[in-house]
C-alpha cells in the first residue's frame, strides 16, 4: 500500500497473485506506458449508471478497483469523489499506476503553489507629479 499522504482516499496496493500468473494474463505490463498512453478513458455516462445502479452518488463511497491497470477507472472514480482503493497484480501496470499517481500529485501542489502565490499585477501606470496651478 502506498503512504496516502493528502491522497487519504486514494490508495493503490500491489500484490503478488496466489499462483504464479499465466504469461499472458501479465502481458499488457511489458507495453503499460503505452497502453496508458493510448487506452482512452471510460464516458462519464458509465459512473452516472454506476450511480444509478448503486442508488447513491460515488461521492463519499468506499470504492475497490479490482484489475486496476493502470488507473484509468480509479482516477475517474476518484475524480467523482469516491474512496479508491486500487488492486493489480500486474508489476508493469501498477508502476504506471504509480507513476500517474505521483504525477498527478506533484501537478496539484504546483497548481495550489501557484494558487496562493500573490497575483502579479502590473506596475502603476506613470503619474505626473502635483503641479500647483
Same mark, same amino acid.
Given at each position: ?28 505490463? /511489458? ?70 499517481? /505521483?504525477?498527478?500529485?506533484?501537478? /496539484? ?17 506613470? /503619474? ?6
Amino acid at each position: 500500500m502506498l503512504p496516502s499522504g493528502s491522497d487519504s482516499d486514494f490508495r493503490a496496493r500491489t500484490s503478488s497473485p496466489v499462483s504464479p500468473a499465466p504469461p499472458r494474463a501479465l502481458s499488457f505490463g /511489458r507495453a503499460a506506458a503505452q497502453y496508458a498512453a493510448a487506452r482512452p478513458g471510460y464516458p462519464p455516462a458509465l459512473f452516472d449508471t454506476v450511480e444509478e445502479l448503486a442508488g447513491r452518488p460515488l461521492r463519499g463511497a468506499r470504492t475497490i478497483d479490482v484489475g486496476a491497470g493502470t488507473g484509468i477507472s480509479t482516477r475517474l472514480l476518484h475524480d467523482r469523489g469516491a474512496r479508491v482503493t486500487a488492486v493489480e497484480p500486474g508489476p508493469g501496470m501498477a508502476e504506471e499506476l504509480h507513476r500517474a499517481r /505521483r504525477a498527478k500529485r506533484q501537478s /496539484r501542489h504546483t497548481k495550489s503553489e501557484k494558487d496562493h502565490a500573490a497575483p502579479r499585477r502590473p506596475p502603476p501606470p506613470h /503619474r505626473p507629479d502635483r503641479t500647483q496651478p
